[in-house]
C-alpha cells in the first residue's frame, strides 16, 4: 500500500501550471520552481519533479507515461499471483498423483 500523499492533488495539479507558464515567460524551470515553490511552500525539487512528471505524461518530454507505467506495474502484479497459484497448482497435482489409490 502506498504512503498517504502529502500534498493534495489540487495543489500539484496548480503548482504545475504555474510552473509551466512561469516557465514560459521566463524560459528557465529552475527559477520558476524556485519562485512558485516559495509562495506555495513546497520545495523546488519536488516542484520539478512533478513538472518533468507532467510534460512526460502530456508527450513533451520523452519517458514513460504515468497510466502507461501503471499498467505495466499491474501486469506485473498479475503474472506475479498467475506464477504463484500456478505452483501451488502443481504441487497439489504431484501430492494428488501420488496418492494410492
Known sequence: MAAPRKYPDELRERAV???????????????????????????????????????VDAGLRPGTPSAESKRVADLEREVRELRRANAILKSASAFFASVPR
Do not use: F, M, Y
Not at 515567460?25 to 507532467?54: D, F, M, Y
Open 17 to 55: 501550471r504555474l510552473v509551466l507558464d512561469a516557465k514560459a515567460e521566463s524560459g528557465n524551470l529552475k527559477g520558476a520552481c524556485r519562485e512558485i515553490g516559495g509562495q506555495l511552500g513546497i520545495h523546488p525539487e519536488t516542484l520539478r519533479g512533478w513538472v518533468a512528471r507532467a510534460e
